[in-house]
């Protein structure tokens, strides 16, 4: 029954010792590793010491933004509970712009084009498909924007699911039919999520074979057009990765790169976005 609050004691009690003697400038502090080690061995853990092997991927910038959001065991708790805990930023602000980001993914995008170049059929599933496409790039990048970003993703998705059900009323579909629509495209954008996750850290085949399960429904015959959307994929990643945190979490400002353009391999300058002290 205790054990596990006797291992996030041994653990939190070895980070703030480690903490302390890198702020004191120590390279090594031998009483505090004792202590340490005592508490982990007293609780049943393994060392505080030993790095996972999935931490050797964490890029710098990543291992800052992580060791700046440690939080107490009060704010794990009410957040495990379903609550938010202290934001960087109001969270009326960012609910906002987690608004106008989606808004961003609807209607800076050239659905045409999209539904030209990839052939695919214009109906509210192929839009709900490019549109998520471009909201996964959104929460990609802003996850990387710690505990607020996380906060924003979920109402940028909250967003997404109240835009799907109003065009599905506007479109005239039934309440029956509609909720079994929902629940597939709730069960598709999930999956899209994982597989597009896997494609992004892997090689372009992998990309490609995400896209084409996914945003081509297993339909696509022609190379060019996963090759085109590939292409399209790695630089918006690139392009939004390069944008400022800080002002994506106070405005949700995105400007996406064009389907087809000549020079992809060149990123374009990214300008500031301009807002006042209420994030309107």
């Not at 609780?43 to 440690?70: I, N």
Request: charged share 25%.
């Amino acid at each position: 029954m205790y054990r596990r609050p006797l291992q996030f004691a041994a653990r939190s009690f070895a980070r703030v010792s480690a903490c302390r003697a890198a702020s004191a400038g120590k390279v090594f502090d031998k009483e505090a590793c004792f202590r340490a080690l005592a508490a982990c061995q007293q609780a049943g853990v393994s060392s505080p010491f030993v790095t996972p092997c999935r931490t050797l991927h964490v890029t710098t910038q990543e291992t800052r933004q992580h060791t700046e959001e440690e939080v107490g065991a009060f704010t794990k708790l009410i957040e495990a509970m379903g609550f938010t805990g202290p934001l960087k930023y109001n969270k009326w602000k960012i609910k906002i712009a987690a608004l106008r980001m989606y808004t961003c993914c609807v209607e800076r995008i050239n659905y045409d084009e999209f539904f030209e170049k990839c052939t695919l059929p214009d109906t509210l599933n192929s839009w709900f498909l490019v549109a998520q496409l471009h909201v996964w790039m959104c929460l990609v990048r802003m996850r990387q924007e710690g505990r607020e970003g996380k906060y924003m993703c979920r109402y940028i998705v909250h967003s997404m699911w109240e835009d799907v059900e109003q065009r599905s009323k506007i479109m005239g579909i039934d309440a029956i039919h509609r909720k079994e629509a929902m629940k597939a495209m709730t069960e598709t954008f999930y999956a899209a999520i994982f597989g597009y996750d896997e494609g992004v850290l892997s090689d372009d085949c992998v990309l490609a074979a995400a896209l084409w399960r996914n945003l081509f429904n297993r339909q696509c015959e022609d190379p060019r057009q996963l090759e085109l959307m590939v292409e399209y994929v790695r630089k918006q990643m690139q392009y939004i990765d390069a944008l400022d945190g800080d002002d994506l979490l106070l405005t949700g400002e995105v400007k996406w790169r064009p389907l087809v353009e000549e020079n992809a391999q060149s990123i374009l300058k990214v300008v500031k976005p301009t807002y006042n002290d209420t994030g309107l």
